[in-house]
């Protein structure tokens, strides 16, 4: 089995990042792009997921990980 060396390899970050892509098509060519506070909630949150996955990747240890990525599910 392979070791992951960077979080871009991880398929929960790369399958984040597609749905950050997805949620902004969304959010922006539809009705849905004139409500401006509500846009940038969305995509900020969408954008916090794969924040959250990075970060707990470059922790110290698996609980910290695993932590993190709860806060990413949410």
Do not use: P, Y
């Not at 949150?45 to 698996?62: H, L, Q, V, Y």
């Amino acid at each position: 089995m392979a070791t992951i060396k960077q979080f871009e390899d991880l398929q929960v970050w790369q399958q984040a990042r597609v749905m950050c892509t997805l949620i902004q098509a969304v959010c922006f060519r539809t009705t849905f792009k004139k409500d401006f506070e509500l846009v940038r909630q969305v995509n900020k949150s969408s954008g916090s997921c794969k924040d959250n996955i990075a970060e707990g990747f470059e922790r110290d240890g698996n609980r910290e990980f695993i932590h993190f990525l709860s806060i990413s599910k949410g």
